[in-house]
């Protein structure tokens, strides 16, 4: 019953790479090329496969003839291998597929119509491939259907393919000057827009990225303010409002994010992967021990949160009526036990915390001044999000009081060695949550 986070895009992007697109171009190609069968050889076996079928239907195919039984097995095969070729190329198409769209999009102002098809595609490639369903059995109806599949596949292929070569041919590179300029600097950043957004909608984003740079300057971490931001239009999931991709050091922001307490966490803390992995080299060790010392926190709060009484009513968010009957201790925390009103037979499991959170009663980190746990549901996914996490709260002036002398130590060396000098935290909290008063919830 867990919800993905706003902020948050599978972890998998941070393998990619940005450059050059025609060099992903000349990748992906060769990809396709190792996808390529014979049409001639398509073509003969499903002609092959309807002329046993009809064969068979009219009583006239002799089942004694070698010559007959060796050319339906081999037009069987091109049939299986085909639907291998789907089944296994779609995977192999995935990175050199979303590295070409997605580097498109990064150097190259494009026409209306081609930069949406390009979108597309990027959308097309950051899915997981599923293999296609055969309804039919084995036999000739299944391999002609498994030919069916594979030409479908390959006709999409093939576009993605002239897509890419026409959208390189006529795209233009982004520039910062002239009648034309998809590039604008904001502070320490320059935004590039990607998607043709009028100036209302990158202002947004502007607002977005200047209380972002004030928040991290005064926090002492302004090293991670620099480079390019791709602002784009919704190229994953809906709920995607940032990604940072690892592998290239770029940020990407969602135009539509708007300047709320919520969008300026996405970015901090896509941000916060980058001050990781850019400015605390060989300290990974150190950033799952700050984890597993968080995780002991958590265990403490479980411990003195209200549990809901056994035979207490909780309405789920699709308005089933569950009661609560026990508790069982899990990896991920307390579980809260529960049957279906309707139908007791009916059980089911929710974490306390998913629990508490649907009635209203979430982490009070801002209320409580000694707060302990992690900051949010999600920095329990891993030690990289719980620092991604803590960073943006931290430069928000939001992170526990009890947590920040772990935190600098780690982000810092220590308070004697913050860049912004000893004994800064107090003064630092407050600047941060004044620049915070004037931000909607």
Known sequence: MALVPERVMARYLEAALIGDPKEFLERYAKVVEGLEIDPKHLGAAKVYCKFYADAVQAGNWDFKDKSDQAALRAAEDVGYRAYALVAHGSKRLLDSGHQLFLSILQTMALPTALRKKVEMAIRVYLKQPSRPRIKSQPGVSRAIQQIDVYLKFMEGVHGHLDLAKKAIAQGKEHAEEGPTATKVRVGSFTLVNTGGFDAKTMADVVEVMKKAETLLQSSGVGQVCYGEVQVTNTIHKANVLAFYLIANDELFVRANIKSTTDSLRTVLHELGHRYEHKFLPGKKRDVEHLYYLISG??????????????????????????????????????????????????QARISLEGYLAAKGQNRNVDEEPDYKGFVTDYAKESPAENFAEMFAYYCQGRLPVLQSVAFEELAFGGGSSHPLGQSIFAARRTFARWVMAGIPQ
């Open 297 to 346: 926190q958590e265990r403490d709060h479980q411990k003195k949160q209200d549990k809901p009484p056994p035979g207490e009513i909780w309405v789920s968010p699709k308005g089933k009526k569950y009661r609560v009957t026990g508790y069982l201790p899990g990896r991920a925390g307390l579980q809260v036990l529960m049957t279906q009103e309707d139908e007791p037979t009916m």
